[in-house]
């Protein structure tokens, strides 16, 4: 049996719309798009990680102390009548500070030393008259006896006026303690005292601290004892680390601190910006190792794991913004230093992190160098 087929019907057919026809071959594959296709890619400034030597420190709290410093304490009781000198006062060697009321003492020493004047004329006749003695006792004229009386006489005189000699200069040594001077050149400390009153040998007067021989006193944990030595490197920085002076160790103690179990150990410092008894940062360099830092400002947080972006190539000379977990050293100047997450070569993203999306287009511009450590950073 046959089939008519009406002519029109076929017309029909071959006129169906392109729209019907592209839906009969919608199950082709079609070619897959780059990540981020028809989003318009952001500009971004890059640094292309490189490793640098970083430096292995630690760090811990240290006190600077002048190896000459003295506290003034009276050596004889009084009242105290002049105060010569202020509070942070440069002062000389042997510089008058201030001044007991010496009137006492004084007085002690001139009968000591009337004393001492009736001794001498003592002493004085007595060796005229053992003189005399002598010429008499050869001419035969006196006796044996009265010649040892005049010898013991005399020796005693002697010796009664020596002693008040040496009575007198004591006294004398005395009365200049009632000057209080400066044991060395230094600065005055604070003058808890006032005009008047009286003090004794317990009494501070003040403190005079040489200040251009400074050391930094660290007690390091003995679980670096192996590790420390002269010549390490200490770092001493401010209350915002910004460094304030690079020196070394040269000096190691052979024992270890009974109370804080730590060994001392100090380093010399110049910096007119530290003093005396003040308590700095010391960061103790162990060592250098080449490790890639990054900017603190390329570095964003999110539930305190550290992230950095990274321009990664995504062919077709297309880019896109991948988010990399990072694992955080310590600070490098205005710098991390990064212990895991990324690999030489890579390009951190550093401008514009705050617009930037996980796979979202991005066009580095032109790489710049990796950061550079501050100077001294592993001095």
């Given at each position: 049996m046959k089939i008519a087929v009406n002519p029109p019907f076929i017309l029909s057919i071959l006129a169906l719309p392109p729209l019907l026809a592209g839906a009969i071959g919608c199950?082709?594959?079609?070619?897959?798009?780059?990540?981020?296709a028809g989003m318009q890619a952001l500009p971004v400034q890059t640094i292309t990680v490189a490793a640098i030597p970083v430096a292995q420190a630690?760090?811990?709290v240290a006190t600077i102390k002048s190896r000459r410093s003295a506290t003034i304490n009276p050596q004889v009781d009084g009242n105290l009548t002049k105060i010569l000198v202020h509070s942070g006062d440069h002062v000389s060697a042997g510089q008058l500070l201030m001044q007991i009321d010496p009137a006492k003492q004084e007085a002690t020493l001139a009968s000591q030393a009337a004393t001492e004047q009736q001794k001498l004329a003592v002493y004085q006749y007595n060796q005229l008259q053992v003189?005399?003695?002598r010429k008499l006792f050869a001419a035969g004229i006196i006796s044996k006896d009265a010649l040892d009386q005049?010898?013991?006489a005399y020796a005693n005189s002697k010796a009664d006026y020596e002693s008040s000699s040496a009575s007198r200069q004591e006294q004398d040594r005395e009365l200049a303690y009632y000057r209080i001077a400066a044991p060395f050149e230094g600065i005055v400390g604070d003058i808890p005292v006032h005009i008047g009153d009286y003090v004794s040998s317990t009494t501070t007067l003040t403190t005079v601290d040489e200040?251009?021989?400074l050391e930094a006193y660290i007690y390091i944990p003995t679980e670096r004892a192996a590790q420390v030595r002269n010549g390490l490197g200490v770092q001493i920085v401010d209350s915002t680390d910004k460094p304030v002076e690079n020196t070394s160790i040269d000096f190691v103690s052979p024992q270890v601190d009974d109370q804080l179990q730590g060994i001392l150990v100090k380093a010399p410092v110049r910096s007119p910006?530290?003093?005396?008894?003040q308590l700095v940062k010391a960061r103790v360099v162990w060592g250098m190792s080449p490790k890639p830092i990054v900017p603190v400002l390329a570095v964003t947080r999110l539930g305190g794991q550290a992230f950095v972006f990274v321009a990664q190539d995504a062919g077709g000379?297309?880019?896109?913004?991948?988010?990399?977990a990072i694992s955080l050293g310590d600070t490098v100047g205005n710098n991390y230093a990064v212990l895991a997450g990324l690999n030489n070569g890579d390009k951190v993203i550093v401008s514009g992190t705050?617009?930037?999306?996980?796979k979202m287009p991005v066009m580095p511009l032109p790489s710049g160098p990796p950061p550079a450590a501050p100077p001294g950073a592993g001095s």
């Open positions: 199950n082709k594959a079609q070619p897959q798009q780059p990540p981020g630690d760090e811990y003189e005399r003695q005049a010898e013991q200040k251009k021989d910006l530290l003093r005396n008894e000379g297309h880019f896109v913004a991948h988010q990399q705050q617009f930037l999306m996980d």
